[in-house]
């Protein structure tokens, strides 16, 4: 299993009732569903993505992520996921809303553009970053909105949005002491778990 979805399945009780979107090929979700007896959905766009999801026998819904959460019911799981997708959804803001308007807690990762190699790179060349982390060019990166720990911890206190646990990690998913110490310049990827 990846990295980061290493980490969050720690942060999922057994039992739940867990929606993940964009859950790619159901990795998370097949592995919850095994080992935590978890009940869970999948949303994904993605054509050969709903088809590794049905193969694995993972529940998931053809759902495009920008329409909204209106085919689910306020509270209806106690857990939303939301794993390296929030920045590439036209509006990250609803999306957020709508996601702890349907679960009691959220778990969200998304990439740092500020980290300092994002900087270095643009400062010494002049162009948007590509990198091991960043592969995309500026033209055919589905990343639509970059942003960085900062400005999501923003976000959640104009929206009063309570952040409960907040992991800082570099790119192979390592918490580090020197991270913590400074985040929005040296953590790469953040995972935040938060409530309203």
């Known amino acids: 299993m990846r990295a980061d979805l290493e980490i969050i399945q720690d942060w999922i009780e ?3 009732r867990v929606l993940d979107l964009g859950c ?3 990795e998370l ?3 919850l569903t095994e080992q935590k007896k ?3 959905y999948g949303l994904e766009i993605n054509p050969q993505d709903i088809q590794s999801c049905i193969d694995a026998g993972v529940n998931v819904i053809e759902q495009d992520l920008d329409q909204g959460l209106t085919n689910f019911n306020d509270n209806s799981f106690d857990v939303v ?4 997708a929030l920045q590439a959804v036209h509006r990250p803001d609803l999306v957020l809303d709508e996601m702890l308007r349907v679960g009691r807690e959220v778990i969200v990762t998304f ?3 500020g980290h300092w190699r ?4 643009l400062a010494l060349k002049g162009e948007m970053p590509v990198s091991k982390f960043l592969p995309y060019t500026w033209y055919d990166t589905p990343n639509i909105h970059f942003c960085t720990f900062k400005d999501f911890e923003a976000l959640c206190w104009q929206k009063q949005i309570h952040i409960t646990e907040r ?3 570099d790119s192979r998913h390592r918490d580090r002491w020197l991270l913590q110490w400074w985040p929005n310049m040296l953590g790469e990827i953040a995972i935040y778990r938060v409530t309203r």
């Open 14 to 16: 057994p039992g739940s």
């Open 24 to 26: 790619g090929s159901g």
């Open 29 to 31: 979700l097949q592995f």
């Open 38 to 40: 978890v009940l869970g």
């Open 81 to 84: 996921v939301m794993t390296q």
């Open 111 to 113: 990439p740092n553009f």
């Open 118 to 121: 994002a900087r270095f790179y």
């Open 167 to 169: 992991m800082v990690v």
